[in-house]
Every structure is written in structure tokens, then in C-alpha cells.
């Protein structure tokens, strides 16, 4: 079965600290999405990465492909960076098979 | 270039009417995917479509609902006979035709709050 896991699954942090959110998934993928959610919002996609590591200003995403795992990182948080991260992973179709989100929360 | 647009962005229906939503990709974009997201859960796939073609439904209930990408306009998902269970935020997404075997990146429209009473 196709599945992919995220941990953990609430996060809360002091502004400034750094934060890594995890996720990991069964199989072998096509590429792999983090994406932005706040609350009652739509969905930013920050990343898509099938190897290696992409950086975006205070946002890091890399994945290990042998290990079946990738991690999205922020540097110094800020409360505007609450919201939840999701991890969506392409099994070799075109559907986007979606972790159940991580909820950040960013404390002043 | 326009984002994914999605409208209405909220809608309310009783229970028996019909749902209509609509998706207008990016500008270029030929695939279109709609994703369904229920109050406190996960995001899940539903329906993925080219141009006058339904690709994959897999995820898409067997009654009721329905999905279309004409040659002109927008995409369409269609949810007759609304019940209280079909109240979600449903999300499309777009990509560009695939030039290669290389994945392409999916963007999200801002989605369409359905609220059924």
C-alpha cells in the first residue's frame, strides 16, 4: 500500500527557533511536494523535489531517496509561519498522495 | 500569468441541489486535478483530467459526482443531489502537458468551501 507519514503531527516553537518537519513513505516516488496551508486558506506548493535538496529563502527541503524520507526545515521562525505543512508524494501516476500535515505553530 | 482560479469560493447548498465547481487552470496547463478536503482530515484525490478527457477517477465517489475538462473553458465537478457528507473545501490543481517522462510541478487554486445544511 502507498503511504506516506508525517511527524510530528502538532509543533509548536519559539520565534527564532529551528524547525524541521519530517515525512517518509513506502514505496519508491516520482517527486515529492511540501505545501503551505493556513488555516480556512487554499495551498502554496514551496517545493517539489524528486532529488537532492532545494532551498527558498528560510525554507530548506531535501529528500533521501534510498532512505525513503524527506525533511523540510525553517530557519528562524516567525509567528507568520504558522500554518500546516503538508507532505504529498507522485507513486509513479500523476495523483498526488498527501501526508496528513504537520500543525506549526510559532510563539512570539 | 494568472494563478489556478477556482469559483465560487464558498457555496451553499441544501441537501438535494446540485454543486457545480469550476477550474480554470494556468494559463498553458492542460492537466487539471481536483482534490477533496473534509473538515479535520487529510487531502485526497478525486479526479484527474486532460482536455476533453477523464484520465483517472479513482478517487472519485461512483454516484453523484462527476467531472469534465472541455476543449473551451473551465473544469467542471459536478455533485448532484448534495448531502450533508459532501460538505468539504475542494481543491483543483493544474500542471503544464508533459514534454517528457519528467513530472511536472502541480499549483493549487485557493478552493471552494462547499457547505451543504
Known amino acids: 500500500k502507498n503511504e506516506v507519514e508525517q511527524s510530528p503531527q502538532n509543533l509548536t516553537a519559539q520565534e527564532g527557533e529551528f524547525i524541521t518537519i519530517n515525512c517518509s513513505y513506502s514505496?519508491?516516488?516520482?517527486?515529492l511536494h511540501w505545501l503551505q496551508q493556513h488555516p480556512g486558506g487554499g495551498i502554496v506548493s514551496l517545493f517539489m523535489?524528486?532529488?537532492g535538496k532545494k532551498k527558498h529563502g528560510r525554507l530548506i527541503a531535501t529528500i533521501n531517496i534510498q532512505e525513503k524520507h524527506s525533511s523540510l526545515h525553517i530557519t528562524a521562525s516567525h509567528p507568520r509561519d504558522s500554518a500546516v505543512y503538508i507532505c504529498?508524494?507522485?507513486?509513479?501516476?500523476?495523483?498526488?498522495?498527501f501526508g496528513t500535515g504537520t500543525r506549526l505553530t510559532i510563539i512570539p | 500569468n494568472a494563478g489556478v482560479m477556482q469559483n465560487p469560493r464558498h457555496l451553499v447548498r441544501r441537501r438535494g441541489q446540485e454543486a457545480r465547481l469550476r477550474c480554470s487552470p494556468m494559463?498553458?496547463?492542460?492537466?487539471v486535478y481536483w482534490y477533496r478536503q473534509l473538515p479535520e482530515e487529510g487531502l485526497k484525490f478525486m479526479v484527474y483530467?486532460?482536455?476533453?478527457?477523464?484520465?483517472?477517477e479513482s478517487g472519485m465517489p461512483k454516484e453523484r459526482f462527476s467531472a469534465e475538462f472541455p476543449k473551451e473553458g473551465p473544469s467542471i465537478l459536478r455533485i448532484q443531489q448534495v448531502v450533508r457528507g459532501d460538505s468539504a473545501a475542494y481543491f483543483c490543481?493544474?500542471?503544464?502537458?508533459?514534454?517528457?517522462?519528467?513530472?511536472?510541478?502541480?499549483?493549487f487554486g485557493p478552493g471552494t468551501r462547499l457547505t451543504v445544511l
Open positions: 490543481a493544474s500542471s503544464p502537458r508533459r514534454t517528457s517522462l519528467a513530472y511536472n510541478e502541480q499549483f
Open positions: 514505496v519508491g516516488i516520482s517527486a
Open positions: 523535489l524528486s532529488s
Open positions: 504529498a508524494v507522485i507513486f509513479g501516476n500523476e495523483k498526488l498522495t
Open positions: 494559463k498553458g496547463h492542460s492537466h
Open positions: 483530467l486532460q482536455k476533453e478527457n477523464i484520465i483517472d
